[in-house]
């Protein structure tokens, strides 16, 4: 007879198979919070598989115990395995918590270094939501990103969102005003697919566990897909794709190697296939330009 503690411990598993399906269904046809949680949902029980089986090897013998699991994969959903399932669930929420803390700290940390300045909201664009404060930082290379910052004081469980769009005045002054406004308009696409408080956190993430090549790809995957959806986000906001295109083209010849930050990053960091994604994007820009989809008046 079956242990219902035997068949307890399917769950994760099944709930992990029916995600992964859920998000490659989701991830050309959803909203960005759609795709992004669900991609959250998957890493965290993914991370609770992963710990769980570690914490079962480590605790019979390293090596020999990998190939007795890898003979009898079952071996981990017997009665007994709860003891390591456990230890599983607390090394993956010390991981997501490690990961977290590095996030906000990070992000605290490039303020303080960064010490930008405020900068008034763009008067064509339309007032965010939730608190978003743009700055410009000094810094020749061209970059602008943007990020998701906790803070005490109210709202939900006494905390509350800031988001921060910063542009290097590198950046700010090879542009014309509305070409700085696109670039604005990119970021602003990013918080409002929740890119700052989902995506910036799995690429912290991916970067604590480089030996995880799922981890690394799935957070590679999303980020190319949210960029090129942040830029349509900006033609639609200012219906000026060609404005993004030169922004882009202006960032990419300054000359300047641009610095990977851990933000959602304009440039999307340094390198020759940034290079190429850069020049990816300034094609889109311009065919959706040609389109017309996006013209005054049209578009939302």
């Avoid at 929420?93 to 490690?98: D, S, Y």
Wanted: overall charge positive; aromatic content about 10%.
């Amino acid at each position: 007879m079956t242990s219902p503690l035997f068949v307890a411990l399917y769950v994760p598993v099944l709930v992990w198979v029916a995600t992964g399906v859920s998000l490659l269904f989701a991830f050309r046809r959803s909203a960005p919070p759609v795709v992004l949680r669900l991609a959250a949902t998957f890493l965290a029980l993914w991370a609770l598989l992963a710990t769980t089986t570690l914490a079962w090897v480590l605790s019979h013998g390293g090596w020999s115990a990998v190939v007795a699991l890898a003979s009898h994969p079952l071996k981990i959903f017997e009665p007994a395995a709860w003891v390591w399932w456990l230890e599983g669930a607390v090394g993956a929420f010390l991981v997501f918590a490690v990961a977290f803390l590095l996030n906000q700290l990070v992000g605290r940390g490039l303020l303080h270094l960064l010490r930008p300045t405020e900068r008034a909201w763009p008067a064509t664009l339309p007032m965010p939501r939730d608190r978003t404060t743009f700055l410009v930082f000094p810094s020749p290379r061209p970059e602008a990103f943007s990020f998701t910052l906790l803070e005490l004081g109210v709202g939900r469980f006494g905390v509350h969102r800031r988001e921060m769009i910063l542009m290097s005045d590198g950046l700010e002054l090879r542009l014309a005003p509305e070409e700085v406004e696109a670039v604005v308009a990119h970021e602003l696409g990013h918080i409002r697919g929740l890119d700052g408080r989902y995506l910036t956190f799995l690429r912290t993430l991916s970067r604590m566990m480089r030996w995880d090549p799922l981890l690394a790809y799935l957070a590679y995957t999303l980020t190319r897909r949210e960029e090129f959806r942040a830029d349509e986000d900006a033609a639609r906001l200012t219906h000026n794709p060609m404005a993004l295109a030169r922004a882009l083209y202006k960032a990419m010849a300054s000359g300047v190697v641009s610095a990977p930050v851990p933000g959602s990053t304009f440039l999307g960091g340094a390198g020759q296939r940034a290079h190429r994604e850069a020049l990816e994007r300034i094609r889109r820009l311009v065919a959706m330009a040609e389109s017309g989809r996006f013209r005054e008046g049209e578009g939302g």
